[in-house]
């Protein structure tokens, strides 16, 4: 190693697997596209329709949120949604149950081997302006962190958000596990990022002392801050820090869907929101219910959604759906369906 080098995670095969060397060949991916032209779906391995995507796409996302399984080996099943009027309360244990998608793996190096080789995919399909989100749990955070400043470049680093959340506590004799962990990187820190700053409400400590207008700093004639003045505009509030409290979806929520680790529409609306246009490209290559999608849709961005879980593709369509937005298939084979895949891919 160079004198000074930055610290870099090391296992047997790290090359090859993120040059997507020696993995065994995935099936193309089905391809769907919305009837409406806002988007398309790939059904099938993320890293073979990544792949399939950087023939034509490279550099046209703006925005990349990746929310894969976090390592628990485990299996993780969908339980079914009562339809339309039906109760949404009730036994959970007497719904039927689908396995979604399963997180075993073999040891935490073949997990890094997977995400290390999405992330170079994604990174080749971003725009110059635009950026990941990678969500990951602090059991794996610091992993991931040093694997993506290797992979997109320390400088690159944008953001740790600490997403925030209240949940039913558990009898463990620990501090209660209440965030998850989103690590920013953009495509070019040396290009103008694609960024429309949100606010956050003022503290109460800071209206009770200037109220609910827009301050404006006075300065001394050598530059020193002298004092604010208050003027009669009315504050949008502070720009947005990186810890976000938005609370989990309720079990009885209509935006519930029943897949597993769903994530709320309140935090993806904060990521699309802040760093993205209208119409440009939201990838989430590991799309689950299809949150990213459903959110992108509705605030006017084209989505483009990966995964090989059928259950995940079902309710991701069934979602997007009630948006309005039909999926058709493209090619061979028209409306049909390849029996389900559900386990992982390298
Ligand atoms: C944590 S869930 C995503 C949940 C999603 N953000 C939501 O709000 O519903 C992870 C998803 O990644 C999918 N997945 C895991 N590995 C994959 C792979 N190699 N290719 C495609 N999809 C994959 C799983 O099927 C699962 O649906």
Not at 278 to 296: K, N
Request: hydrophobic share 35%; net charge positive; proline share 8%.
């Amino acid at each position: 190693m160079k004198p000074n080098a930055p610290p870099r995670l090391s296992w047997s095969g790290k090359e090859q697997a993120l040059a997507g060397r020696g993995a065994p060949v995935a099936a193309r991916p089905e391809e769907w596209v919305a009837e409406n032209g806002q988007g398309r779906f790939f059904h099938g391995d993320n890293a073979a329709a990544l792949e399939t995507l950087a023939e034509a796409n490279a550099g046209t996302v703006t925005l990349a949120y990746m929310d894969p399984p976090f390592l628990t080996n485990r299996t993780f099943d969908a339980i079914a949604r009562p339809d339309g009027d039906a109760p949404r309360s009730g036994p959970l244990k007497a719904r039927p149950r689908k396995l979604a998608f399963d997180d075993r793996w073999d040891g935490r190096a073949d997990y890094l081997a997977s995400i290390g080789r999405r992330l170079v995919l994604v990174r080749e399909l971003l725009a110059p302006h635009g950026c990941v989100v990678v969500h990951v749990d602090p059991k794996t955070s610091h992993y991931v962190k040093v694997l993506a400043d290797e992979i997109f470049g320390d400088d690159a680093f944008a953001s740790e958000i600490v997403w925030r959340y209240r949940r039913w506590p558990s009898k463990t004799p620990n501090f209660q596990r209440v965030h998850d962990v989103l690590l920013r990187y953009r495509k070019d820190p040396k290009a103008k990022p694609r960024w429309n700053t949100p606010y956050e409400p003022l503290a109460p400590s800071t209206i009770a002392t200037w109220g609910t207008t827009k301050q404006r700093a006075v300065f001394e004639k050598d530059g020193r801050r002298a004092r604010s003045s208050s003027t009669d505009e009315p504050t949008k509030g502070v720009p947005m820090g990186d810890v976000w409290d938005i609370g989990v979806i309720a079990p009885i929520s209509r935006e519930r869907t029943g897949y597993p680790s769903q994530k709320p529409e309140a935090l993806l609306e904060r990521l699309v929101t802040a760093l993205t246009d209208p119409g440009e490209i939201v990838l989430d290559p590991y799309a689950g219910s299809g949150t990213t999608l459903a959110v992108a849709a509705r605030l006017g961005r084209t989505f483009v959604g990966i995964d090989q879980s059928d259950v995940a593709f079902d309710v991701a369509a069934k979602r997007l759906a009630a948006g309005g937005i039909r999926l058709a298939k493209v090619g061979p084979g028209v409306g049909t369906r390849e029996p389900g895949r559900t386990r992982r891919t390298a």
